[in-house]
């Protein structure tokens, strides 16, 4: 998705500071010179993915210590990544990839079970699971369509509706509350913020004026929401986007002089992360605070970054990559 503008809606104020936090990179696993980390709990286990000896990379999920533990493959497959953890840790959500992409949710016990996707399915993966084990994520077909999925604890899938007139649709997130963030599109292009309730309905969340390319990438449990909106699917600049418990749409500032940004995670107390895109199309991770307040999350120099998830403590995880080098995951306290 291409995403965002200026935020004239936006309450927040940007600022030039770096956020005041310690990092540390995250172990990779055995031979591995990469590797990326996607979410992080309020037990500070993370879960992304690492390079090994002899695949470009397997799901990891690292401890509060920073070491990684494999995760695995389906068999048959090569490579893995986990997307998500749920805030108990007992369920971790990804995908493995051989011939296809297929959907996968690890246990309390770290076993890897296959989820199903549509029948039709040319690829299927999990974004999202919650304490309860439900997991949200999609599959594509043959036509280039998405199609958005749910799954019980019990593995049993349902596909739930888009929008009327929707040809593809998409869930990202979904909270403990069973509320699923995403989007919803129809054949001219349109892409609608949506938010589906555990019964399945589905209802749309308001654009900033213009804009037509707009989803949820994560919702809290309180119904706070974050995510991305732009013109167009084509635009250069796009916006960070917040939406409060009770619907209404707030820009998120990018940082001074930059001209986009979008938001990626939100936790229990409405911090949020994501990047901030400078004119030259750098990207560098940030930090908002409730009020809308941005703040630089520090990276190596010279180098480029996203943050991709934030626990209820604050802390938070993303990848930086220094010039030169290979992505690295990292961890801001």
Not at 200 to 209: D, E, H, K, N
Not at 234 to 262: C, H, M, R
Not at 326 to 333: D, E, M, N
């Amino acid at each position: 998705m291409a995403a965002v503008l200026t935020g004239v809606l936006g309450t927040g104020q940007a600022t030039a500071s770096v956020s005041p936090t310690a990092h540390s990179e995250l172990g990779l696993l055995a031979g591995g010179t990469t590797n990326r980390a996607f979410a992080v709990n309020q037990q500070g286990l993370v879960v992304g993915d690492s390079g090994t000896v002899t695949s470009s990379g397997h799901a990891v999920v690292w401890n509060a210590q920073g070491t990684p533990t494999d995760l695995g493959v389906l068999p048959g497959d090569t490579t893995s990544t986990a997307f998500s953890v749920s805030n108990n840790g007992r369920n971790i959500g990804g995908r493995s990839i051989g011939r296809t992409e297929r959907a996968v949710r690890w246990g309390k016990d770290r076993r890897m079970t296959e989820l199903p996707g549509r029948p039709d399915a040319v690829r299927t993966r999990v974004y999202g699971v919650n304490d309860s084990g439900t997991a949200v994520g999609f599959s594509v077909t043959a036509d280039g369509n998405w199609h958005p999925l749910r799954w019980c604890a019990d593995g049993m899938m349902t596909e739930l509706a888009g929008l009327p007139g929707a040809v593809s649709s998409g869930t990202t997130w979904i909270n403990n509350r069973g509320v699923t963030g995403g989007w919803s599109s129809t054949a001219d292009g349109r892409k609608r913020a949506v938010l589906w309730a555990p019964d399945g309905t589905i209802r749309a969340l308001p654009s900033l004026p213009g804009h037509g390319d707009v989803a949820v990438t994560a919702i809290n449990d309180s119904g706070v929401a974050v995510g991305g909106s732009s013109e167009t699917e084509q635009s250069e600049s796009y916006f960070a986007v917040k939406w409060t418990s009770d619907g209404k749409v707030e820009t998120l500032p990018a940082l001074p002089g930059d001209i986009a940004s979008n938001a990626t995670a939100v936790n229990r107390t409405g911090h949020a992360v994501g990047y901030s895109v400078t004119p030259q199309g750098v990207h560098r991770p940030v930090r908002w605070k409730p009020d809308g307040s941005v703040s630089a999350l520090d990276t190596v120099t010279p180098g480029v970054g996203d943050a991709y998830g934030i626990a209820d403590d604050g802390k938070a995880v993303g990848v930086v990559v220094a010039t030169g080098e290979q992505p690295r995951a990292w961890l801001w306290k």
